[in-house]
């Protein structure tokens, strides 16, 4: 199963709070789990990512807590700003078979506002 | 560099009509793609290509084509549209260890 899916759908946060972000996914095959973020009238561009093998990556105020045995990731944007608005994409790469590269699929988004 | 450029980056089309999206990449990456992006729904590969001249299908294939005759250009064909493409389309570029894709800036397809 090549799905990942995340939720909440959209959320709101106060300047200075903590937004998460929870994605699950079914296929053991990924290799990697990046984050994408993607501000209005632009395309995604690469967040933060991880590998299976490793519990927490931290980059600045963004952290990915991933859980192997339940098949879950999320990403934490600690002390939100009004400038982390924008939409984000949890994505799986799973390697192609007949190449030495992968591809990626992306869960549904989630629309990130933070209210000043 | 001007990294991963689409054009147009709006259209409108009727229905039945034909259009190709284009989209060039200036970084020598041997993978590109194209998404679809509709609201709630992620984004969603379409075609993908590993190198000039070989492509394959994503998840969303049906009503597209592609060619890849050159390293830094992947056009997206759309034949007969349908108000179903109606759609934001991004294509993007990587390297073969291929979890950073570099996107385009996107282009806005409505077909009425």
């Known amino acids: 199963q090549q799905q990942v899916k995340q939720s909440p759908q959209s959320l709101i946060v106060q300047k200075g709070g903590i937004s998460i972000i929870n994605c699950a996914y079914e296929n053991t095959a990924f290799d990697y789990f990046p984050w994408y973020q993607q501000f209005p009238g632009k395309g995604p561009a690469l967040l933060i990512a991880i590998r299976p093998d490793v519990s927490e990556k931290k980059e600045g105020r963004f952290t990915i807590s991933f859980n192997k045995s339940a098949k879950q990731f999320s990403l934490h944007i600690m002390d939100s700003q009004p400038g982390d608005s924008a939409t984000y994409f949890c994505?799986?790469?799973?390697?192609?078979?007949?190449?030495?590269?992968?591809?990626?699929?992306f869960g549904e988004g989630t629309q990130l506002t933070v209210n000043p | 560099n001007a990294g991963v450029t689409q054009t147009p980056k709006f259209r409108i089309l009727k229905i039945g009509q034909s259009m190709t999206l284009q989209c060039a990449q200036d970084?020598?990456?041997?993978?590109m793609y194209w998404y679809r992006q509709d609201p709630g729904m992620g984004l969603k590969l379409i075609y993908y290509s590993v190198g000039a001249g070989i492509t394959d299908k994503g998840e969303v294939p049906n009503g597209y084509n592609v060619s890849r005759s050159t390293t830094e250009d992947f056009p997206l064909r759309l034949e007969l549209a349908a108000p179903s493409q109606t759609s934001v389309y991004f294509c993007?570029?990587?390297?073969?260890?291929?979890?950073?894709?570099?996107f385009g800036p996107g282009t806005r397809l409505t077909v009425l």
């Open positions: 970084m020598n990456h041997n993978y």
């Open positions: 993007a570029s990587s390297y073969p260890s291929g979890f950073t894709q570099y």
């Open positions: 994505a799986a790469s799973f390697p192609l078979k007949e190449t030495s590269g992968s591809r990626l699929t």
